[in-house]
């Protein structure tokens, strides 16, 4: 089996299974700072056969459109999304203790693990309400167009 880490995976500290082809795409570099630590870690991952492999565009605008019909877009990264199309595109399971990733993952039928966290139960869907009145919104807005008041991402049921 093929693994795909996100940044969490690298900076839990734990052992990674070096047994298996193990991926990242560059965002997770860009994401370790350089000169550090983890940076040096990932390095000598990549002396070891980590490799950094970019997905392809469109499945990158696959992930970003299933994002934004389930509401995740506005919780995840450029790199959360470059994850989450690498895996698509490996057929790989993804090693990651960021929930919103996993609901992703879990929504888009892709495996994936915790690190350090057992991961998420349930899977899912995101909206939008305006936190004075509760008018309820399917894009972020910002401000609510109604009252002025803070609109916030919330569960959808």
């Keep these: 089996m093929s693994y795909v880490l ?18 990242i795409p560059p ?3 860009d994401e370790i700072k350089e000169g550090g630590r983890w940076y040096r870690k990932i ?3 990549m002396a070891a056969g980590l490799t950094v492999v970019s997905p392809p565009g469109a499945l990158i605008e696959v992930v970003e459109k299933k994002a934004k019909s389930t509401g995740d877009y506005l919780r995840l990264s450029k790199t959360d999304v470059e994850v989450i199309a690498l895996a698509l595109y490996l057929n790989a399971k993804i090693l990651t203790d960021d929930y ?5 993952a879990k929504n888009m039928d892709i495996q994936y693990s915790g690190i350090s966290q057992k991961g998420i139960k349930k899977e899912y869907s995101w909206t939008y309400r305006c936190k004075k009145c509760g008018h309820w919104y399917r894009e972020s807005e910002g401000e609510c167009e109604i009252c002025g008041g803070e609109v916030r991402t919330t569960r959808r049921y």
């Design 6 to 23: 996100d940044t969490s995976a690298i900076l839990s500290g734990k052992d990674l299974p070096f047994t298996v082809d193990i991926f």
């Design 27 to 29: 965002g997770v570099l």
């Design 43 to 45: 390095k000598m991952m």
């Design 100 to 104: 919103s990733i996993q609901n992703m």
